[in-house]
């Protein structure tokens, strides 16, 4: 019996539709990236997990694919942790390279290992897949696509300012209503240090970045769980509950901790972002939640995350900035910022609101119904010029029933065709037929490229 035909859960197929409006998104997100004068690069698919491991948190790093070693890949494994079957301990030995998890570690060790090839501050974009062990669900993929883009080399707050101008133009251009939530890894920092648990930030921020899906109730006996004082708690609990403007919750979180270094710190550096930001016409809405904490330990300062207003998904684009991750890998004091746009969310969230372009479906923008020999040949070289003047545009491949042709358009959702009989070769005026309107026109072939390009 044949075996069935499947693939992992998590991971999907894409068809040419799906392939077409994929690119859709990918090349609107690249138009803006290079417009604010980022460079593309690529890296490996797999990483060393030296590379990896630690980088995520205890969370994340549960969550990296390993791959097997080559060959006899348990004949270096430790006998006693073969016999206690400790696959923790073993995995190290029977592995030593892993999917990435993401496109910033991987950056941060190509930054490190080409340092005296690229220019500082260095402005780069990554459009690439990414893989987490993660449990498939709705808007959730072990398999999926990040487009990167981060500036390193550089503490200028400036850098915060243009990446929320580049997702508020981004999801502009897709016709995504968004919200752009900002925080600071310091104001967390200071709010552990206020409820006198400094030593407990980790397990704090973990707990906090689960408060959409659980609930600030579940994040308090979370907390509790975890070793959290009842008193602490107490003291953390009008500080997630704050709402109102942005000032009135800056103005709030300087009285609760901004006697605090930290907390001061991240504070100002809010306050300077969002001052900036005042005098551009920024369309999706800009809200300071201070709960916000992405789970991610290699923050330093600025958290941002991105949500649909009109869709029910998770995070669409988040990021921050990290002052250590290069130093990691042995170059130490070099900053660096950078968001995340999430291609494969942007595609859901697209689909659920049918804000797709009908162009996004097809990159064929006309048919040539094929007559028959003499036709063909003729509609060769209308192909030709159709082709030279830059518009899509295909050859039906055999002389087929015009029904079969029609349908063969449809399927494919090609806006037009045309139709090249002998009148049409004797008169030189080529009908075109708007298959969404089924209007037809008489035209020579310098009018239809003037139609097809319009």
């Given at each position: ?9 998590g991971?999907r197929?894409f068809?040419p539709?799906?392939?077409n409006?994929r690119n859709?998104i990918?090349?609107?997100?690249r138009?803006?990236f290079e417009k604010?004068?980022y460079?593309p690069?690529?890296?490996?698919a797999?990483?060393?997990?030296t590379?990896?491991l ?5 969370e994340?790093?549960?969550?990296l694919f390993?791959?097997?070693n ?9 006998p ?11 995995s190290t030995?029977?592995?030593?390279k ?5 496109l910033?570690?991987?950056f ?5 290992q080409?340092r ?5 501050p ?9 893989w987490?062990?993660d ?9 999926f696509y990040?487009c ?5 080399g ?9 990446l ?7 999801f ?9 939530k900002?925080?600071?890894r310091?104001?967390l920092s ?12 980790t ?10 899906k ?7 006996e979370?907390l509790?769980e ?11 609990e009008?500080i ?11 103005n ?6 901004g006697?605090?270094?930290?907390g ?7 306050d300077?972002?969002l ?5 551009f016409?920024?369309?999706a809405?800009?809200?300071i939640?201070q709960?916000l904490?992405?789970?991610l ?8 995350e ?5 869709a ?7 990021g921050g ?5 290069t ?7 070099v900053?660096?910022?950078?968001v ?5 969310r ?7 609101l ?5 162009e996004?479906a097809?990159?064929?923008k006309?048919l ?11 509609a ?7 082709q030279q003047?830059?518009i899509a ?7 087929a ?17 045309l139709l090249?009989g ?6 030189g005026?080529l009908t ?17 490229v003037e139609?097809?390009n319009?």
């Amino acid at each position: 019996m044949a075996q069935k035909p499947s693939i992992p859960k998590g991971t999907r197929d894409f068809g040419p539709v799906e392939m077409n409006r994929r690119n859709y998104i990918f090349n609107t997100i690249r138009g803006v990236f290079e417009k604010y004068g980022y460079q593309p690069i690529e890296t490996p698919a797999m990483e060393n997990l030296t590379t990896l491991l630690g980088k995520y948190g205890e969370e994340g790093d549960k969550l990296l694919f390993k791959i097997l070693n080559s060959g006899d890949y348990l004949a270096k494994a430790n006998p006693e942790w073969l016999e206690k079957k400790d696959s923790l301990r073993l995995s190290t030995d029977i592995s030593e390279k892993g999917l990435r998890y993401d496109l910033t570690v991987p950056f941060a060790r190509y930054v490190v290992q080409h340092r005296n090839d690229i220019t500082f501050p260095f402005k780069r974009y990554q459009m690439q897949p990414v893989w987490r062990a993660d449990r498939p669900q709705k808007g959730r993929y072990r398999e999926f696509y990040q487009c990167d883009v981060d500036v390193i080399g550089s503490n200028s707050l400036i850098n915060e300012v243009d990446l929320i101008r580049m997702i508020d133009e981004v999801f502009q251009r897709l016709n995504i209503r968004v919200i752009i939530k900002l925080n600071n890894r310091k104001l967390l920092s200071g709010i552990a240090q206020t409820i006198d648990a400094p030593e407990r930030l980790t397990d704090i921020t973990v707990a906090m970045d689960k408060i959409d899906k659980i609930g600030v109730e579940k994040v308090y006996e979370e907390l509790h769980e975890k070793g959290l004082s009842q008193e602490a708690i107490d003291h953390l609990e009008p500080i997630l509950n704050l709402s109102g403007s942005n000032t009135s919750k800056l103005n709030c979180l300087k009285e609760l901790i901004g006697e605090t270094s930290d907390g001061s710190k991240g504070l100002l550096e809010l306050d300077t972002i969002l001052h900036y930001l005042e005098p551009f016409d920024l369309k999706a809405k800009i809200e300071i939640d201070q709960s916000l904490a992405r789970g991610l330990n290699y923050y330093t300062g600025a958290i941002i995350e991105v949500k649909a207003a009109d869709a029910s998904i998770g995070s669409i684009c988040g990021g921050g900035r990290y002052d250590n991750l290069t130093g990691i890998f042995g170059l130490p004091d070099v900053s660096g910022v950078g968001v995340s746009f999430g291609a494969d969310r942007i595609y859901d969230v697209l689909t659920e609101l049918k804000l797709f372009p009908e162009e996004a479906a097809s990159l064929t923008k006309v048919l040539l119904v094929n007559f028959g020999e003499k036709e063909e040949r003729f509609a060769l070289g209308i192909l030709e010029k159709l082709q030279q003047a830059e518009i899509a545009s295909e050859l039906y491949p055999e002389p087929a029933k015009m029904k079969k042709q029609m349908k063969y358009a449809n399927q494919k959702q090609i806006p037009f065709v045309l139709l090249i009989g002998e009148e049409e070769m004797n008169t030189g005026k080529l009908t075109l037929k708007n298959m969404v309107t089924g209007e037809q026109q008489k035209l020579d072939v310098e009018a239809v490229v003037e139609v097809l390009n319009t």
